[in-house]
């Protein structure tokens, strides 16, 4: 079985400030971990995705995770915020390539 | 690489009419797709996991003969939501699995379909 928490739905940063979107997983075996974004009336974005290689992963547009083991978690960070950044991210966990299971999502804010 | 092509982008129907939604990966095969329900405010939803050439595989819940699901080839899958009604409003996505799994999971731009 596997799940995965997003624990915050809202998050609200200002323009240049660092962006935290927190995911913790549980699974019962190796899990692959991604980060997508949407856009309002958009489809998903692939942000960026961990499978058992290098425990930082480096995605587009600025943003990267670190896959912490011990702690279970697969947070979101960006070192500052733009305003194009103002989306839903979902972190979403899966085992190899079966079916996915999605967070609950988190609604990034960016104040100008 | 590895583009998903959702189409339409937005469909507005009557009550008791169907409704069909294409999803075709572009530049690679897939043999699994999958079809994923969002409501408003909430996450994802899969609701089928369509294989090339046999049936589709429906999660708990999700009414076979209301979303009919085809995968007649390794580039194309279809929904159709049969004798829609304004609750069938939603966001729907679809997903392919590339045959070469070093692609990743692609999604298509989604559908938004309005029941009226």
């Known amino acids: 079985a596997q799940s995965v928490t997003q624990l915050d739905s809202h998050v609200s940063v200002s323009e240049g400030t660092p962006v935290l979107l927190r995911c913790n997983y549980s699974s019962s075996y190796s899990p692959s971990l991604f980060w997508y974004v949407q856009h309002p009336n958009k489809g998903l974005q692939l942000l960026l995705k961990?499978?058992?290689?290098?425990?930082l992963v480096k995605g587009i547009n600025g943003f990267e995770a670190e896959f912490k083991k011990s702690e279970t978690s697969f947070h979101l960070t960006k070192p500052s915020a733009h305003m194009s950044d103002a989306a839903e991210y979902f972190c979403?966990?899966?085992?190899?390539?079966?079916?996915?299971?999605f967070g609950t999502g988190t609604k990034l804010q960016v104040i100008p | 690489g590895a583009v998903v092509s959702q189409h339409p982008s937005r469909v507005i129907c009557k009550s008791g009419t169907s409704v069909k939604i294409e999803c075709r990966s572009l530049?690679?095969?897939?043999?699994?797709m999958f079809w994923y329900r969002q409501f408003p405010k909430k996450s994802l939803m899969l609701m089928a996991t369509?294989?090339?050439?046999?049936?589709?595989?429906?999660e708990q819940g999700v009414e076979k003969d209301k979303f009919l699901i085809n995968h007649a080839s390794l580039t194309l899958s279809t929904l159709t939501v049969t004798s829609a009604h304004p609750e069938d409003s939603s966001f729907y996505i679809c997903?392919?699995?590339?045959?070469?799994?070093?692609?990743?999971?692609?999604f298509g731009s989604g559908t938004r379909l309005t029941v009226v």
């Open positions: 979403v966990v899966s085992r190899g390539y079966q079916k996915v299971t």
């Open positions: 961990y499978t058992s290689a290098a425990t």
């Open positions: 369509s294989n090339e050439g046999s049936k589709a595989t429906y």
């Open positions: 530049d690679f095969q897939a043999t699994t």
């Open positions: 997903s392919a699995r590339p045959i070469r799994q070093e692609h990743g999971y692609t």
